[in-house]
Structure formats: structure tokens, C-alpha cells
């Protein structure tokens, strides 16, 4: 073997040294770019959510009971209830999940802490993973009455699907994916009607952070889907009126209110 060759053969395991270390620079990067606009949210696999799901069951033993616990998915993880609230609040929201997935943890995640105000938020993964408005809102539908039968005195809210714009970056129309602004609006209507029924508080966000164009203002939203730290100020005023109301109703021992609260 020539002292070329060798030199060539030595400089091999030098480069996919290099190469692998690029790779995990450019993973770590990637990675610290996304965590630090989701945190944890970004991780949907079914093993991130199951442990989390886990870990909401584990400490819901010995949560306070009477708090007005938020229940949802990616959109109700990244609100960071802490700093908009002065209550208590207990935020069981999981990145990814769908509706069914939020019935098969309302037990152990919800139910188990007795909340006093419930705060729901659910179905826009649905859409987005070939649900429909009527197998959602039906979904949505049995999580309430569940509640309602083992918790007759919590007051329930359950918001409006937000709308999402897939013109507000690059990857906004993959990331918005196959969540339309008509199946939003038609879920809507079927929520807002089911909470009708249900007697039951519907609270309208969409209304309030869509444009002319039917989709999301831009300046409200990371990526067209999840909503920035304006996006949340906005709608944590929104909320604030009906919460005030269901706090005060809890207080007063009146029966659930079916009219929307001016926001």
C-alpha cells in the first residue's frame, strides 16, 4: 500500500468524525430552535404524550382541588397560565392530542382534581388528522356530560376552535395542514350548539382573533397554528370575562349559565 493510501485510509475515520459532530450541532440547534418557541409542545410522539399524560395523573393526586383546570391540547400546554392568572389553575394540556385522546385521560388528568371551572379547548388536531366537525364536537360532547355526571357543580366553559392562517410563513400551509377555515367555522357552530343543549357556557375566541380573510390575524400567531405571546394576551382577555362570571357563579351556587358573556 502506497503512503498516499494510507494517509487516505487514516483520514477516514477523521471525517465521519466531522460529519457526525456537524449532524449533532445541527440537530442541538434545530432541536433549541423549536424548544425555545413550543417548549416541550413540540414533541407529539405517542410515548412523549403517554408520560405526560402519566405524569398529569401522578400529581393530580394531590393537586388542589377547586381550581379552574384548562384541558385541551398543544394550544392550552403553551399557555403559561402562571403568568396570566392570579387564581389557581391547573393547565392538563397535551401537545398532539386529539379528542378521543382527551376523553381517555379525562380521569386521571381531569376529574381526579374536582375542578370548580373547567376550561375547554379541543379539536383542532382532529381536523387535522382526517376528523370531522361532527365526530369532534361529538367527542367534546361526551367529555362534558362525563364531567357534569361526577362533578354536577363545575362550571364548564368550552371555547371555540381558533382559526389558523397558513400564509403567515414558509411552512405554515404544512404546518396548518388540512385544518380549513370552513370545517373550523362548522365545528363552531356544532360546539356552540352542543353547549346550548348541554347548558353549558360557549365561549367565543374565534370571532375576536380572525380577520376579514377568515383566518387568524398573522401578528396573533407563531406559524399560523399556535399562538405567540400576543396571541395568548389577547385571548386570556377574551376568557377573563367568562371565567370571572363562572368563578361567581361557583361562589353563589348558581346553576350553569347558558349565555355567552360579553368579551
Known sequence: MTHSAIKRQKSIPAIIFVTVLALLIILCSVFSFFYDIYGWAFITTDWVKDIKAKRYAKISVDAPKGSVVFFGDSLTEMYDLQEYYDFPTLNRGISGDVTSHMLERLEDNVLV???????LLGGANDLGHGGTPQSLSANLRQIITAVQAELPDCKIIVQSLYPVNPNVMGLSKRIVGTRTKEDILA???????????????????????????????????????????????????????????????QSAGAPQSLNRVAA
Open 113 to 119: 382534581t374536582e375542578p370548580s371551572v373547567l376550561v
Open 187 to 249: 365545528s363552531n357552530i356544532l360546539i356552540e350548539d352542543m353547549c346550548a343543549e348541554l347548558n353549558v357556557t360557549y365561549a367565543d375566541v374565534h370571532s375576536h382573533i380572525t380577520g376579514s380573510d377568515g383566518y387568524m390575524y398573522k401578528e396573533l400567531s407563531v406559524e399560523g397554528l399556535h399562538l405567540n405571546k400576543r396571541g395568548y394576551e389577547k385571548v386570556t382577555g377574551i376568557l377573563s370575562a367568562y371565567l370571572q362570571s363562572a368563578i361567581e357563579r
